[in-house]
């Protein structure tokens, strides 16, 4: 298991740009990590995935050309920088470690074990 906490959420116009940041602890090492979403009365949705390398990235289609996941290793940290926001991007964004050193690629939240608390996004029009 990891502990994540998540941070950098807020208001911001459309248009404009937010960077989140996820800080890990525990069993960090050696896992792919994701960001999930969640709009109210929605279910939780992938954003985006990272390797454990960074040398994949995996994005849904709605986020591409606008969203960047990075991470930096030494610092235990993966972020994931929101540029030309939406309304529709608005949501309680969640980080998660993946449940296994090799990353399959999947986009389902049950194949990621430990998540933050979440850090709300809200996007005005």
């Known amino acids: 298991q990891a502990q994540l906490v998540e941070s950098g959420g807020g208001l911001v116009q459309a248009g404009g740009s937010l960077r989140l940041s996820c800080a890990a602890s525990g069993r960090f090492m050696g896992y792919a990590m994701g960001w999930f979403r969640q709009a109210p009365g929605k279910a939780r949705e992938f954003v985006a995935a990272i390797t454990w390398s960074g040398g994949s990235t995996y994005y849904r289609d709605s986020v591409k050309g606008r969203f960047t996941i990075s991470r930096d290793n030494a610092k235990a940290t993966v972020y994931l920088q929101m540029n030309s926001l939406k309304p529709e991007d608005t949501a309680v964004y969640y980080c998660?470690?993946?449940?296994?050193?090799?990353?399959?690629?999947?986009?389902?939240?049950?194949?990621?074990?430990?998540w933050g608390q979440g850090t709300q996004v809200t996007v005005s029009s």
């Open positions: 998660a470690r993946y449940s296994s050193s090799y990353y399959s690629g999947s986009y389902q939240a049950r194949d990621f074990d430990s």
